[in-house]
């Protein structure tokens, strides 16, 4: 059995080819209060829903674990008309509820749009 942190779901799909520059390499968010910056690496990322793998996931992932956020990027699937992928930040506490919010940088658009979900811990 797998216990779920407190989740929120992005709604942009990020189930394609995507380039990273300065231009759209920022994404800043706060849990708690606390604010976090995460700079992704230039370059292009392949996510591909099929295989459920993401590049960009596992850079933006790289940069949180270098600054100990406590929270786990994730890769989530969605299924409306069509199936995409999204990112998702779930917090390492799965016990209590916490605030992951004040989404905002120049990656937003690129990488997470608007809070789709925002679920407590769960088992």
Known sequence: MYTYGQQVW???????R?????????FTFNVDDSSYTIIIPD????TTRQRHESELVQAISKAGAAQNIPVKFILGG?????K???LILEHTD?????????????????????VKFNLPPRD
């Open 10 to 16: 992005g709604s942009v799909d990020i189930n394609r």
């Open 18 to 26: 995507i380039t990273i520059t300065a231009s759209n390499n920022t």
């Open 43 to 46: 370059g292009t990322y392949t």
């Open 78 to 82: 969605m299924h409306y008309d069509e």
């Open 84 to 86: 995409y992928n999204v």
């Open 94 to 114: 799965t016990s209590n509820e916490h605030v992951i919010d004040q989404f905002a940088g120049n990656a937003i658009d690129t990488l997470f749009g608007q």
